[in-house]
């Protein structure tokens, strides 16, 4: 009988490290709850004296190094799944997605090719299907999940070269006639920055678009440099509206924005990668009007649909494109299933994981209305949070109806934008060191002050006033 690899643990092993595991993420969950959000410092020295006792010579028992993990993972780490996180776009996953993500590591489909895995390819195609219905995008629409908003984000600016330029596809950059210009608001996220420097355009080629008094894109001065830029010999071909920005959760004027991509013949892509979520609510989906006129679309899983991180989605009513922009044929690859696309060929990656299956459990077992009724759940206690924040002398700089709330101290406002920024940044650094709650410093328009966000379906209005107590502790503790 041929004896097994040294890397075969066999079944028995198997069952019970994996219920080990189990039993520390449940152990974790129910007690997080219970220590600080994050450490009062980074601890990397610890950290490295720690990892020192691992020379990966010897082998150590399995169960041990699990528990010696997690034990690390809870000292030195902000806990994003903590009720009382209030920063950026990380929620608490659900445990279906949790239990996705421990089944597609243990099946481990190859999604390179349909052949390979088309149970798993059509479980996110129907995922990406569900999707594009919810935001309005025609049937013909197709997609691929993504690691995150970033890598979507490149695929539309590849896309989006593509369409506009018939040489770009096998001379690059080099056969263009002129240099390509894309726009997005000063207040998008700025990978498109790193974007454009991985493309070859360079980050000059993004024109940030100053903002409106709402910090929307401001179409005048869209407008403006558009002409500029065609007076100059620029070839402009994108025009990008964020849904739901990541600083103060603005939402550009994404009707307006697809009309002037269409007069002016060029792609219109929106970045809905936290407010996307909202097409599941129909009380909020109207918030996302325009979205529908899009050429491509980006949504995360990972940011408000409460799925473990690595999920993003890249849809676009351009499948044509899609197939063109990505497209590459070898021999060491099976042949093409027959009206079933290899999604190596329509992404950017080439072998990759199911990424979509923590979705698509999330999505079946809870349902669309549960998913719903979180996001609305959100909302209201958003304003709850505005509300308490102003009845404590707070002053809201923002403007937006979903749950990203940044205020600002007018006292502290008053000895100039320096002093505000080093007042709110001392403050935020308070109550995160305090472990009882995890803020951010934020500066929109260049205006300091502190942000909170409320993206985990375990916060509750009793953690709102925790987080307001201690705001307000800080600030009494923080002489202005």
Partial sequence: MEETGPLDAGEKEGARLLAAVAELVVRHAGSVADGPVAPAEPGTAQIRDWLSGYDFERAAPAEDTVADVT????????????????????????????AGELLAAGVNPQLA???????????????????????????????????????????????????????????????????????????????????????????????????????????????????ADIAAGFAP???????????????????????????????????????????LSDRL??????VELADSVTVDAHKWLSAPMGAGM????????????????????????????????????????????KVFLGLAAAGRPAHAAQLERDVRLGELLGRRLREEGWRRINDTPLPVICVADPDAERDGREHSAAWHAAVADRVVAGGEAWVSTVQLAGRPGIRLCLTSYRTTAADIEAVVAALGRAREAQPV
Avoid: C
């Fill in 71 to 98: 034990g690390m993972l809870r000292r030195w780490g902000v806990h994003t799944t903590h009720p009382r996180y209030f920063g950026l776009f990380n929620p608490t996953p659900t445990w279906w997605g949790v």
């Fill in 237 to 279: 071909f994108l025009v990008v509206g964020t849904a739901g920005t990541t600083a103060g959760g603005a939402i550009d004027p994404l009707p307006e924005l697809a009309l002037l991509a269409s007069i002016w013949g060029v792609h219109f892509h929106v970045d809905a990668a936290w407010a996307g979520a909202i097409a």
């Fill in 113 to 227: 090719a349909y052949s390979h895995a088309p149970a798993a390819v059509e479980m996110e195609r129907h995922v990406l299907r569900f999707m594009a219905g919810r935001l309005g995008l025609p049937d013909a629409t197709e997609g691929s999940f993504t690691v995150g908003g970033a890598e979507a984000n490149l695929t539309a600016v590849v896309i989006a070269l593509t369409r506009a330029f018939d040489g770009y596809p096998r001379s690059g950059l080099l056969g263009l006639p002129g240099q390509p210009v894309m726009y997005a608001s000063a207040e998008s996220h700025l990978a498109w920055l790193k974007i454009a420097h991985m493309t070859g355009l360079g980050r000059d080629a993004v024109r940030l678009v100053p903002v409106d008094a709402g910090h929307r894109l401001d179409l005048i001065s869209l407008r403006e440099m558009y002409a």
């Fill in 314 to 357: 890249f849809l676009t009513r351009h499948p044509d494109a899609l197939a063109s922009s990505f497209r590459a044929s070898t021999s060491y690859m099976p042949d093409e299933s027959e009206g079933a696309s290899d999604p190596y060929a329509t992404s950017v990656q080439w072998s990759r994981r199911f990424a979509g299956l």
């Fill in 285 to 290: 989906r109207p918030l996302l009007a325009g």
